[in-house]
């Protein structure tokens, strides 16, 4: 069974770091592209940033890029984001997503078959 | 990249058949195969039901339907049934990144 468990969420201030973690399991991770893809309260998804299977691409939404980081290690089956610059606006709750597709070797979203439950970031002073 | 246009809310009685629109333009729908639409229900993670355009992922219900024309992308939902009420999201590859619908909800009167 693919499970997806995202971690690391939590109450920050403005300006501040915070990284979150995605642990997977039952499916081959380094066969796939993953992505991050947020839902502020009440609102919308919003895609934040993918990466391919190799780490050889990656990409992100123009609101995050220059702050936010994804990186993964597949040794450990484990997808990161590393959130700087936090602004209240980037409160939401954080979704790890896989991608439909086996060796796509695409950061930008097509499909994604399996999500996790999500990891709540709040940005406030 | 801006978002795709979905209509806020849709509804439908038990049995018929609701169509819910998506938007975008020729760099991200009207450009590519990939569209794809996800249900989210309160609470829960977002769940696949078409991908390209039109396929549905194994386990989802035939009464759920996916098209294309343009830069206009439709989700079709056929004999409504009480569980098919959550909000629906389209999404789109695009020239740049991936966008998201702004999303539907969809109400099972």
């Known amino acids: 069974e693919v499970q997806l468990v995202e971690s690391g969420g939590g109450l920050v201030q403005p300006g501040r770091s915070l990284r979150l973690s995605c642990a997977a399991s039952?499916?081959?991770?380094?066969?796939?592209?993953m992505h991050w893809v947020r839902q502020a309260p009440g609102k919308g998804l919003e895609w934040v940033s993918g990466?391919?299977?190799?780490?050889?691409?990656?990409?992100?939404a123009d609101s995050v890029k220059g702050r936010f980081t994804i990186s993964r290690d597949n040794a450990k089956n484990s997808l990161y984001l590393q959130m700087s610059s936090l602004r209240t606006e980037d409160t939401a709750l954080y979704y790890c997503?896989?991608?439909?597709?086996f060796g796509s070797g695409s950061y930008r979203l097509r499909a994604a078959d399996y999500w996790g439950r999500g990891t709540l970031v709040t940005v406030s002073s | 990249q801006s978002a795709l246009t979905q209509p806020p809310s849709a509804s439908g009685s038990p049995g018929q058949s609701v169509t819910i629109s998506c938007t975008g333009t020729?760099?991200?729908?009207?450009?590519?195969?990939?569209v794809s639409w996800y249900q989210q229900h309160p609470g829960k993670a977002p769940k696949l039901m078409i991908y390209?355009?039109?396929k549905r992922p194994s386990g989802v219900p035939d009464r759920f339907s996916g098209s294309k024309s343009g830069n206009t992308a439709s989700l079709t939902v056929s004999g409504l049934q009480a569980e098919d009420e959550a909000d629906y999201y389209c999404?789109?590859?695009?020239?740049?990144?991936?966008?998201f619908g702004g999303g539907t909800r969809l109400t099972v009167l």
């Open positions: 997503a896989k991608d439909f597709y």
């Open positions: 039952g499916f081959s991770f380094d066969d796939y592209d």
């Open positions: 990466i391919t299977w190799n780490s050889g691409s990656i990409g992100y």
């Open positions: 020729s760099s991200d729908v009207g450009g590519y195969k990939y």
């Open positions: 390209e355009v039109s």
């Open positions: 999404s789109s590859y695009g020239i740049s990144n991936g966008v």
